[in-house]
């Protein structure tokens, strides 16, 4: 998520599972405000060109021009990595739910049962994983990921590695997601809670990961992220 305050004097900046879904719930219009989808360029900056106009963004890129452009102060929302991975691997299973059954009942239904099965869920997660691999290359090992192997479920919005981009920014607030009430107190808002999980789901996705043929490898991309994480504090 990106949000520029109207005098562009503020930036906000966090990616999946970190709270963003709560901060856009309660910015008004005088913010500007994005998920994860790529940014128009004009929508966000003055274009110089005609060419620039239509110009997308990707989310690093932007923050990257935004920065550039209008020196603002960048607040960033940052969250303990291992259960940022808990609840985004939650999301991405969940989404994978909502594109097997189209019923909501259904989709209850089938999420309690594999909630509420441990051996089976460590089992799917097992599969999903199994199913994102892909071998690596020298030039992924060096910049990315230095393992053999890895998933496509590591580059996605909730769950991938991103503090390094935070690391870049000089001078950023860093806000921990246990002080975002505070921090959206301070803005001048009412902290509303938006896409929470329930504690019964993040206890079991924890459990089923930790029992995943692949928690090794979980673990090992997930080491330079909470080495960044535990240098802001």
């Known amino acids: 998520m990106l949000a520029l305050n109207s005098d562009k004097t503020h930036l906000i900046f966090s990616v999946g599972k970190t709270g963003s879904s709560s901060i856009q719930k309660v910015l008004d219009s005088s913010w500007l405000s994005v998920g994860e989808s790529n940014i128009k360029y004009s929508e966000w900056i003055q274009p110089f060109h005609i060419d620039d106009a239509e ?9 990257d021009e935004l920065i550039f452009i209008y020196n603002p102060k960048v607040t ?11 609840s985004g691997t939650k999301e991405i299973l969940q989404d994978y739910c909502y594109l097997l059954y189209k019923d909501h009942n259904q989709i209850v239904e089938n999420w309690n049962r594999i909630m509420d099965n441990p051996d089976v869920l460590a089992e799917i997660l097992s599969r999903v994983f199994y199913i994102t691999e892909f071998d690596t290359d020298e030039h992924y090992r060096k910049h990315i990921f230095n393992w053999h192997r890895s ?4 580059h996605n919005y909730h769950t991938k590695n991103w503090l390094h981009k935070v690391k870049e920014i000089s001078n950023a607030n860093i806000v921990p997601i246990n002080e975002l009430d505070n921090f959206i107190t301070s803005l001048g808002y009412t902290p509303l809670r938006e896409n929470v999980s329930t ?3 993040i206890i079991a996705i924890d459990t089923a990961l930790k029992n995943c043929n692949v928690y090794h490898i979980i673990k090992k991309y997930l080491e330079v992220e909470i080495k960044l994480y535990e240098s802001f504090n």
């Open 55 to 63: 110009r997308k963004m990707q989310q690093y890129e932007a923050l």
């Open 151 to 154: 998933f496509s479920i590591f």
């Open 76 to 86: 960033c929302i940052i969250r303990e990595p291992w259960s940022r991975f808990v």
């Open 199 to 201: 504690k019964r789901d």
